[in-house]
């Protein structure tokens, strides 16, 4: 036969639910900002021609067909007259970043990232105050005494009865609604 919790086991078992739940909210707090340093990593990071053997290779490649057709240029800049400090020229560069090289992408993506990095702690938060409630809701339940207790416990509702589905019709009328006032 197990022996039924006390009121003093229960205190002391809702307490420590307690602190976990503040733990874990602390380390979804820690894990959003580690998450946003890491983008903010790969956001920064600049790939260099030469870290690649095959990036070395077409980069060498793409300046030597660069050089001969430069050559090509000048030598028909030379033949139609123009002065050689006014003759066009070709040249080759790396770029070391994609999207990122712009300014405006580069806060576009930021902007994105921390939307979804909120987000995701948002529902970390959420589900470690659920676990946190549902915890501590069952070392409680051990202590009701009537069923009566129990069924208006069982009778609160759940967001999803408080918060029904917005559907494109319901949003239509409100618009109406809106523009009616």
Not at 33 to 53: C, G, H, T, V
Not at 117 to 135: F, H, N
Not at 164 to 169: C, E, F, R
Request: some cysteine; proline content about 3%.
């Amino acid at each position: 036969m197990t022996e039924a919790m006390t009121r003093a086991d229960r205190e002391t078992l809702i307490k420590i639910a307690r602190q976990r739940e503040r733990v874990a909210k602390s380390a979804a707090k820690e894990r959003a900002a580690i998450l946003a340093a890491d983008f903010e990593k790969q956001l920064d990071r600049r790939y260099s021609y030469d870290e690649n053997e095959i990036w070395e290779r077409a980069t060498l490649v793409a300046t030597k067909a660069v050089e001969l057709a430069q050559k090509e240029v000048a030598y028909e800049c030379e033949r139609l007259g123009i002065p050689r400090q006014f003759a066009p020229m070709l040249s080759m560069g790396w770029h070391a970043r994609g999207r990122n090289e712009s300014k405006a992408e580069r806060a576009e993506m930021r902007r994105v990232a921390m939307k979804q990095i909120e987000a995701v702690e948002k529902s970390a938060r959420t589900a470690i105050e659920r676990q946190s409630v549902e915890t501590q809701e069952k070392i409680m339940v051990g202590g009701l005494t009537t069923d009566q207790a129990r069924l208006f416990l069982e009778s609160m509702p759940t967001p999803e009865a408080l918060m029904p589905v917005l559907t494109l019709d319901r949003v239509e009328m409100l618009l109406i609604e809106e523009k009616n006032a």
